[in-house]
């Protein structure tokens, strides 16, 4: 197993334009499913309204993403993994064993000391440059303490 070294080492990752993309793919096919089923039409209007209302509200996350205030990060330290959001700063995280890193993307499943619930974040290859994507694959693949929470 290679030997990692000791220093701090951080990530900042833009929003993904490739999962955006693909999640309002998967929203307007589920919509035109919705329009072309056999089912009532008023069970074809709700569904339709609560998929308009889930494609805004994807939309609108997107657009509060790419204000610089909304990015967010993730650093490896001698005390373990940190997680930066502009609302909180940087917070300790314990990683959950189902964190994931293939060379599309990485699924960090974290939580912070206060939460009990295990949430999610996805970085896909092009919220990062090649090679900070492949530094991060790495990084949780080989460190030693990555479901330890940080101190």
Not at 5 to 19: D, I, V
Not at 21 to 34: E, F, I, K, Q, R
Not at 94 to 116: D, E, G, H, N
Request: aromatic share 8%; charged share 15%.
């Amino acid at each position: 197993m290679p030997s990692l070294p000791k220093t701090t080492t951080q990530w900042f990752w833009q929003p993904s334009r490739r999962l955006a993309g693909l999640n309002l793919t998967v929203l307007s096919l589920a919509c035109l499913a919705v329009l072309l089923s056999a089912a009532p039409d008023g069970l074809k209007v709700s569904l339709g309204l609560l998929l308009v209302v889930q494609a805004a509200d994807r939309v609108v996350q997107l657009l509060r993403n790419k204000h610089p205030a909304g990015r967010r990060g993730l650093r490896y330290t001698a005390q373990g993994w940190q997680l930066w959001s502009a609302h909180s700063g940087w917070q300790p995280v314990q990683l959950a064993a189902s964190s994931m890193a293939i060379p599309a993307l990485v699924l960090l499943r974290y939580k912070t000391p206060q939460q009990f619930i295990y949430r999610s974040a996805v970085i896909a290859a092009d919220c990062l440059t090649a090679e900070q994507h492949r530094q991060l694959r790495v990084r949780l693949k080989f460190s030693r303490q990555r479901w330890q929470a940080a101190i």
